[in-house]
């Protein structure tokens, strides 16, 4: 498992230096400046200044190189847009809103995804499983923002149960985390349904019954433990992708998290935060994917990583 381990890292490193690369690369490429008219307004010799101080005055591959040099480092320099603010200071600030978010939406997806899943893989009235799986279709089919906007008008101005403004109390959490984990809760109900009703026609399963034990327990000691395997599967990536925001949620419920500053920093063309995001970014999706894969070596002791590395 070290071994794999390390492999996979290596692979990770690699996916983020190319993806480094691609995104330095077509930025440069992209029209436009993250001064805008401001850089026109200046003297020459300021304007000297500035250019140098972002090292805009040299080619685009030595700009590149340094960049790399920095972020290896940790250093990934100043916001083009906020002078005089580092980029790792806007991170800081913006990062544990969403994270928080995040693992509340993780939670609510992974609970409800799960239940939702069992309920209409055993249950013997149709309507409940046709309930299921028109939630399920909902949340796959329907873009977020829409079914965002809804909650908000239902029970934000209408009945006014909760806010729809920022992150303020456990009651802020409700309409930004459920509109997050919807999406997730239809993939996630959708795998446990299949799988399980998969699961229990297996050999194993059918002879536990056969021995009388209670349904109960073949479902949590026997089937539930090959049926998580493709929700772990999913979950990782889900988990990179809740954590690291929602540019559309965020912005919808005002929340000053590191979505809503990645959406203003392409915007505004602020190239050393679009960077430092995106890097982010690749980097947990990448370690999300291999821990997955350790837990699903884990769960399923049959599944020799080494041998598939």
């Given amino acids: 498992m070290f071994k794999y381990?390390?492999?996979?890292?290596?692979?990770?490193?690699?996916?983020l230096f190319v993806l480094a690369t691609l995104t330095f690369f077509l930025m440069k490429l992209v029209p436009g400046s993250p001064f805008g008219a401001e850089l026109a307004q200046l003297s020459p010799e300021v304007r000297e200044k500035m250019m140098a101080k972002y090292n805009l005055d040299k080619s685009?591959?030595?700009?590149?190189?340094?960049?790399?040099?920095?972020a290896v480092t940790g250093d990934f320099g100043e916001s083009m847009t906020r002078k005089g603010t580092e980029v790792s200071v806007i991170i800081g600030r913006c990062m544990p809103a969403t994270v928080r978010l995040g693992l509340v939406a993780f939670v609510e997806a992974m609970v409800i995804g799960i239940t939702l899943g069992i309920v209409a893989a055993f249950t013997k009235k149709r309507w409940i499983e046709n309930a299921v799986m028109f939630i399920a279709t909902i949340g796959v089919s329907v873009p977020s923002f829409l079914y965002s906007l809804l909650l908000m008008i239902v029970f934000g101005v209408v009945l006014q149960w909760v806010p729809i403004v920022g992150l303020k109390g456990w009651t802020s959490y409700i309409l930004p985390s459920f509109s997050l984990a919807l999406s997730p809760i239809s993939t996630i109900s959708r795998l446990v349904r299949s799988s399980m009703k998969e699961v229990m026609k297996q050999d194993y399963i059918v002879l536990a019954r056969s021995?009388?034990?209670?349904?109960?327990?073949?479902?949590?000691?026997?089937?539930?433990?090959n049926c998580l395997i493709p929700v772990v599967t999913y979950a990782g990536p889900m988990l990179s992708f809740l954590v690291t925001g929602s540019f559309v949620i965020e912005n919808l419920f005002s929340?000053?998290?590191?979505?809503?500053?990645?959406?203003?920093?392409?915007?505004n063309r602020d190239y050393t935060m679009i960077m430092a995001l995106t890097i982010m970014f690749g980097a947990l999706i990448i370690v999300a994917n291999i821990a997955t894969d350790l837990i699903i070596g884990m769960i399923d002791p049959r599944i020799k990583l080494d041998k598939k590395s």
């Fill in 255 to 267: 929340i000053p998290g590191i979505g809503a500053e990645f959406t203003n920093s392409v915007s």
């Fill in 60 to 70: 685009i591959p030595e700009q590149f190189v340094i960049y790399l040099k920095n």
């Fill in 5 to 15: 381990t390390m492999k996979r890292l290596l692979m990770g490193a690699a996916t």
């Fill in 211 to 225: 021995k009388g034990i209670p349904r109960i327990r073949i479902i949590i000691e026997h089937a539930l433990r």
